[in-house]
C-alpha cells in the first residue's frame, strides 16, 4: 500500500489498447548533422526502419521561413497531416497528425530548433487527432516523452472505434466528441 503523499507508480498501457486509435506517438527532432531524427516512439519499436524514414521525412514543413518574421527569440507552432500506404497488404494508410515547433533563438546553431509532435493512426480522424495534439504537442516540449505515456494512458481507455457511431472520447478534463461515418 503506498504511504500517503507518496505518487502510485505509473501503468504503462497495453500496446494492444492504444492500437484500437493510435499506432504510434512519436517525438521526432531535426539534426544539424544527421537531418530528421526520431527521438522517442511509444511504443517501443512500433514502427520498422522503412516506415521511421517516411515519417521522420514527412514530420517538418517543406519551410515555415517566409511565414512569420524572424526575432531573436520567438517560438511557432503548425499542425498539419501527412498519409502513407501502409507496409501491410491490406491495412490502406497510416495517417501522421503532426504538432511542428520551430523555436528561433540565436545562441543555437543555425539560430534555432525544430521539433515535430507525431500521432501515427489508421484512422482519418482529423477531429479527434487534431485537438489532442493541441494538448499533446506543448506538453510534449514541458515533459517529455512522459506527456506520451500520459496520452497514451487516456487513449488506450477509449473504447473502440466502431463506424458511424457517436462517440465520446475524455482526455484529462476535456472529451473529444466524434462522429464516425460508415464506411463506402
Not at 527569440?73 to 498519409?83: A, E, L, M, P
Request: charged share 20%; proline share 9%.
Amino acid at each position: 500500500m503506498a504511504s500517503p503523499g507518496s505518487v502510485p507508480a505509473r501503468t504503462i498501457p497495453r500496446p494492444d489498447a492504444i492500437r484500437r486509435w493510435v499506432f504510434a506517438f512519436c517525438i521526432i527532432r531535426f539534426d544539424l548533422e544527421q537531418g530528421q531524427v526520431i527521438e522517442e516512439c511509444f511504443p517501443a519499436d512500433s514502427i520498422c526502419t522503412e516506415q521511421q524514414l517516411i515519417i521522420a521525412f514527412s514530420s517538418f514543413p517543406d519551410s515555415m521561413s517566409h511565414h512569420h518574421p524572424r526575432h531573436r527569440t520567438s517560438i511557432h507552432d503548425s499542425i498539419f497531416f501527412f498519409r502513407f500506404p501502409s507496409s501491410g497488404a491490406d491495412e490502406g494508410f497510416l495517417y501522421g497528425y503532426v504538432f511542428n515547433r520551430q523555436r528561433q533563438d540565436e545562441r543555437l546553431p543555425r539560430g534555432g530548433e525544430q521539433k515535430s509532435v507525431v500521432i501515427l493512426s489508421h484512422y482519418p480522424y482529423t477531429s479527434v487527432f487534431r485537438p489532442l495534439l493541441q494538448i499533446l504537442g506543448p506538453l510534449c516540449f514541458d515533459i517529455g516523452r512522459t506527456a506520451l505515456e500520459l496520452v497514451a494512458s487516456h487513449v488506450a481507455a477509449w473504447p473502440q472505434p466502431v463506424p458511424g457511431s457517436t462517440m465520446d472520447l475524455p482526455i484529462g478534463g476535456a472529451s473529444f466528441a466524434l462522429i464516425s461515418r460508415r464506411p463506402r
